[in-house]
């Protein structure tokens, strides 16, 4: 069974920092990868970050470029998102999520709305605040 679990956010105060893990199962991490939404109170489900091995390509929204980073640790089929200088804008939800079609592309996934991608974790709060 395909599985992500997210973990890892909490409440910083602004220009802090936080790392989010996503942990998959049911599906190894060199086939497949993992893009991390975001949703914050009464706005849509947005794209923040995508790691895919597959497409060799690690992409970012541009509100987050220069302050998050993704990354894959295939050892632990895992994915961590860094997050520094938090902004308050930055509170959300955050999701990670895959695709058994779309999957193996960042470039893919990035481009399709959040309804299109089949497997989501169950997502984890940030909350930026001071």
């Known amino acids: 069974q395909v599985q992500l679990v997210e973990s890892g956010g909490g409440l910083v105060q602004p220009t802090g920092s936080l790392r989010l893990s996503c942990a998959a199962s049911g599906f190894e991490l060199d086939y497949r990868g993992i893009i991390w939404f975001r949703q914050a109170p009464g706005k849509e489900r947005d794209w923040v970050s995508c790691?895919?091995?597959?497409?060799?390509?690690?992409l970012y929204e541009d509100s987050v470029k220069g302050r998050f980073t993704i990354s894959m640790d295939k050892s632990r089929n895992t994915v961590y998102l860094q997050m520094n200088d938090l902004k308050p804008e930055d509170t959300a939800v955050y999701y990670c999520?895959?695709?058994?079609?779309?999957?193996?592309?960042?470039?893919?996934?990035?481009?399709?709305?959040?309804?299109?991608?089949?497997?989501w974790g169950q997502g984890t709060l940030v909350t930026v605040s001071s």
């Open positions: 999520a895959t695709d058994p079609v779309f999957g193996s592309s960042c470039s893919e996934m990035s481009r399709r709305h959040a309804s299109d991608l089949e497997v």
């Open positions: 790691i895919s091995s597959s497409d060799g390509l690690t």
